[in-house]
Each structure stands twice: as C-alpha cells, then as structure tokens.
C-alpha cells in the first residue's frame, strides 16, 4: 500500500509545484495504490482509492481498479476492496483453488478481525512480517515500492511547471496514466518479481539458503537499479535538472521515512563502525 499526499497550497505556488505530490504527510490521504505481485512474477490489477469526484471511466488503464469516494475509505474498508475486487477475482480465475499465502506487514488494520475474516474468505492465508522488518521481508519492499516511489515522484516533477488545473479529477487522471505505464513495465519484467520473493526469503534459493544480510542487502540495490532502468529513471534522476543535488538530505521526508521504517544490517549508520555492523549480522 502506498499512500499519496496532494497539498494544495503548495501546488498553487508555482515555485513549489514540484514538491505538492508526496508520499508521506499528514492528515488523510488523496490516494491510496494497493499493488499485488505474484511469486511467479505476474502483477495483479491494482486497486486505487482516491478522494473526490473520479474521471472519465473510459480513460482507465485496463491494469487499475478505480474507487472513488468524497470522504474516501477507511482502512478496513479499503481491504475489503481489495480482498473482493482483486484477490477474489484472481482466486476465481484460478478455479478456486486451495488458499494463497498473502505476505502483509503489520500494522493494526490487517490484523483486525474483521479483515482476518474478509482475507480467509477470499482464499488468503495471511503471513504476517514482524514490526520493523518490511524494507528486507517484504516482496514489494525489496524493489518495487521504492521504484515506483521514484517513478511517479519524477512524472510528476516533469509535468508540475505545466499544470495550470489544480483540479483534482484532472490530476487523478494524469496519476492513472503514470500508474498504468509503470505497471505495464512492471508486467514484463517478471524475472525481477521473482527475484525480490527471493531475496525477501520469502521463496528458498536454489541452494536452499536465505543468503546474509549483507548479501540480500547488495542484491536489493542490485535490483532496483535493474527495475529503474526499465522504468527509465535511474539515469535520469541523477543528471537532469528536474532532480538537482539536495544539500540537506535530512530534511527530506522521504527519506527520514525510508530510514526509520526500514532494516539497516548492511548499511552504514553515524557511531557505528563497519566491524560493529559485520558482528551484529551474525
């Protein structure tokens, strides 16, 4: 799940346009994704929740479930949604076979009963990940979410000087079309999908071992260099203007949030030195 923060009063200031879209913030979201990803590779329809009126339905990308409400979804609401117009839709193209592991993180709403019992009666059997260890256990953590992050963090900088309509419908329109092209990368790559239920050790290797910390660490990076340069960012992020050296990295968000919910066995942290990091991994 990826929650998406529109903020109005910056993107009436054309100074700051590229910086309305982001992926944390408070109060209540204007979009929430919800991707799935199967362990053979396939991607699911995701399913976006938005606030406000929706666009014209004829526009959807044939990869996107729409549900549009004034005063959005709540959060078990949103994985009722799911569980009906995605999981359940997938189990019944299958035959209704036997259940399907469904690796979730944590937090509070996927553990409610209410949701148990919506995931059972879908057909999926919930893996939960222990609080903190998403960034290295969870499939889409491993590559995906950072990627996409990056992905319509850059789509929206190359078109915010442009947009001249603050109109909600008309930029939900426009996130849609992003979506729906990362999601058609995303669909034919599906050895890279694969590869991150292996380094989540979520799938064995092929010898049969999980791989260390430091090791999953480097095939992590290794594989969201892979998944930008098909999304097309990777270069581009580092020599275009629209994303200039940021001398203060602490005081981006994104990536305060990405270092405080994330594991850190093979990165360096301020007061610890290599060797300390190296025993700590065993």
């Not at 929650?3 to 346009?17: A, C, I, M, Q, T």
């Not at 406000?52 to 996107?64: N, Q």
């Not at 209704?96 to 209410?114: F, N, Q, Y």
Request: aromatic share 4%; charged share 30%; with cysteine.
């Amino acid at each position: 799940e990826i929650s998406l923060f529109l903020d109005v009063e910056v993107l009436g200031s054309d100074e700051r346009k590229e910086s309305a879209l982001q992926t944390v913030g408070n109060g209540e979201p204007w979009c929430e994704l919800v991707l799935t990803l199967l362990a053979d590779g396939s991607v699911l329809p995701a399913l976006v929740i938005s606030r406000g009126r929706p666009p014209c339905p004829t526009a959807l990308p044939k990869s996107i479930l729409l549900e549009s409400k004034e005063s959005g979804c709540g959060d078990d609401e949103i994985m009722e949604l799911w569980a009906a117009r995605v999981w359940r839709k997938h189990t019944e193209c299958r035959g209704g076979a036997s259940k399907g592991m469904l690796v979730l993180d944590c937090h509070r709403t996927h553990l409610s009963e209410e949701v148990l019992a919506v995931l059972s009666a879908a057909g999926a059997l919930p893996a939960v990940i222990p609080a903190g260890c998403s960034s290295r256990t969870q499939p889409l953590d491993v590559c995906v979410k950072r990627s996409l992050k990056n992905f319509l963090h850059k789509k929206w900088r190359e078109r915010a000087r442009d947009l001249a309509d603050s109109d909600s419908s008309a930029l939900l329109q426009l996130l849609l079309g992003w979506l729906g092209e990362a999601l058609e990368v995303l669909g034919n790559c599906p050895e890279l999908i694969r590869k991150s239920f292996l380094v989540a050790s979520v799938l064995p290797g092929p010898a049969g071992d999980s791989g260390s910390p430091r090791r999953n660490g480097d095939e992590q990076e290794e594989l969201i260099a892979a998944m930008e340069e098909r999304l097309k960012i990777a270069k581009t992020r580092e020599s275009s203007p629209e994303f200039p050296e940021n001398d203060d990295p602490e005081a981006d968000p994104e990536i305060l949030h990405r270092l405080f919910e994330g594991e850190s066995e093979a990165e360096s942290f301020y007061g610890f030195e290599e060797a300390d990091l190296e025993l700590m991994e065993i």
